[in-house]
């Protein structure tokens, strides 16, 4: 069963930083176009951030200039590293792949921002 594995979620204060990986399981393919959502309780979710095979990225304003989102090929791992973080980038992070055309998501990581 293929799936996506999430790491890296966790408690930070205002201003820190944390860093999501995603990478595959069960799949012998690599990660296509890959990225990662939020979604924040009462909100819908939305995208934050995309990667195409070739290293071409895709934010959404909010993150632009603290997030940043790598790939490394030879891991089939995608990476968010996100610096300054707000009170209000709290929610659950999903990360997104295409695997062999299909669309896969992972389980989701809580990222709380607090004091």
């Known amino acids: 069963q293929v799936q996506l594995v999430e790491s890296g979620g966790g408690l930070v204060q205002p201003g820190g930083s944390l860093r999501l990986s995603c990478t595959t399981s069960?799949?012998?393919?690599?990660?296509?176009?890959g990225g990662w959502y939020r979604q924040a309780p009462g909100k819908q979710r939305q995208l934050v951030a995309l990667?195409?095979?070739?290293?071409?990225?895709n934010y959404a304003d909010s993150v632009k200039d603290r997030f940043t989102i790598s790939r490394d090929n030879a891991k089939n791992t995608v990476f968010l590293q996100m610096n300054s973080l707000k009170p209000e980038d709290t929610a659950i992070y999903s990360c997104?792949?295409?695997?062999?055309?299909?669309?896969?998501w992972g389980q989701g990581t809580q990222v709380t921002v607090s004091s």
């Open positions: 997104y792949a295409i695997l062999d055309k299909s669309p896969y």
């Open positions: 069960g799949s012998i393919f690599s990660i296509d176009v």
């Open positions: 990667i195409t095979p070739y290293g071409g990225t």
